[in-house]
Nanobody, 118 residues
Framework: QVLVEESGGGLAEPGGSLRLSCEAS????????VGWYRQAPGNERELIAH???????MYRDSVKGRFTISRDNAKNTVYLQMNNLKPEDTAVYYC????????????WGRGTQVTVSS
C-alpha cells in the first residue's frame, strides 16, 4: 500500500517561515519525481515546485527565491522550505509523486493547510 502524507502546515505571519514535509511509504521513493501543489479557495490547484529523481528542481515564478524544495531519499521525504511568506501563499498544500517512467504510478497526499495572516 502506498501512503503519502504531508505535514508542517499551520499559521504563519507575513514574512515568516514554515517547512512542509512529504513522506511516502510503499514505493521505491528514489525513482519518483515529486511536486508540491497548492490550492486556494476558488482557485485551481497549481504546481509551485518540483524536484526530479535526479535532483533537478523547478519553481513557479510566484515562489522563486522564497521557497526551496529538497529531498532526502534515505528518509523517503521531500521538503518545502517556505520563507518570506505572504498572505497570498495561503492555501492547502499537496504533495504529488510520479514515477519517472510510468505515468500510471501517481500518488497524492491529503494536503496540509497553510495560512499566512497577521
Amino acid at each position: 500500500q502506498v501512503l503519502v502524507e504531508e505535514s508542517g502546515g499551520g499559521l504563519a505571519e507575513p514574512g515568516g517561515s514554515l517547512r512542509l514535509s512529504c513522506e511516502a511509504s510503499g514505493i521505491n521513493f528514489a525513482i519518483y519525481k515529486v511536486g508540491w501543489y497548492r490550492q486556494a479557495p476558488g482557485n485551481e490547484r497549481e504546481l509551485i515546485a518540483h524536484i526530479a529523481q535526479d535532483g533537478n528542481t523547478m519553481y513557479r515564478d510566484s515562489v522563486k527565491g522564497r521557497f526551496t524544495i529538497s529531498r532526502d531519499n534515505a528518509k523517503n521525504t521531500v521538503y518545502l522550505q517556505m520563507n518570506n511568506l505572504k498572505p497570498e501563499d495561503t492555501a492547502v498544500y499537496y504533495c504529488n509523486l510520479g514515477h519517472y517512467q510510468n505515468s500510471a504510478l501517481n500518488y497524492w497526499g491529503r494536503g496540509t493547510q497553510v495560512t499566512v495572516s497577521s
